[in-house]
Nanobody, 121 residues
Framework: QLQASGGGLVQAGGSLRLSCAAS????????MGWFRQAPGKEHEFVAA????????YYADSVKVRFTISRDNAKNTVYLQMNSLKPEDTAVYYC????????????????WGQGTLVTVSS
């Protein structure tokens, strides 16, 4: 089970850190990803990190501004979001994939409930 938190209302240029806490003892065996869905739009890949946190990659739209990280001892994955823009407004979801390290949402087996990020201009 994945529980995302940390969303809220922030002004453009501000920062937020999202957290996604996982239950169970096998968190470290999953690759983790963040996706988002803006109003009226489809799911969009944001970032992914592999099991050991040795590799990560990002959507071009968030590269440099966002950083994904994880703490396997705390069963938590994070998304640090800096220099936020109004177009970053969306519900953000974390997801877990046992085998794949991918931006393809279809390869993620488990999903959190989402946390809303609203960026005002």
């Amino acid at each position: 089970q994945l529980q995302a938190s940390g969303g809220g209302l922030v002004q453009a240029g501000g920062s937020l850190r999202l957290s996604c806490a996982a239950s169970g003892r096998t968190f470290s065996s999953y690759n983790m990803g963040w996706f988002r869905q803006a109003p009226g739009k489809e799911h969009e890949f944001v970032a992914a990190i592999n099991r050991s946190a040795g590799s990560a990659y990002y959507a071009d739209s968030v590269k440099v501004r966002f950083t994904i990280s994880r703490d396997n001892a705390k069963n938590t994955v994070y998304l640090q979001m800096n220099s936020l823009k109004p177009e970053d407004t969306a519900v953000y979801y974390c997801a877990a994939a046992k085998l794949s390290f991918s931006k393809n949402e279809g390869l993620y087996e488990y999903w959190g409930q989402g946390t809303l990020v609203t960026v005002s201009s």
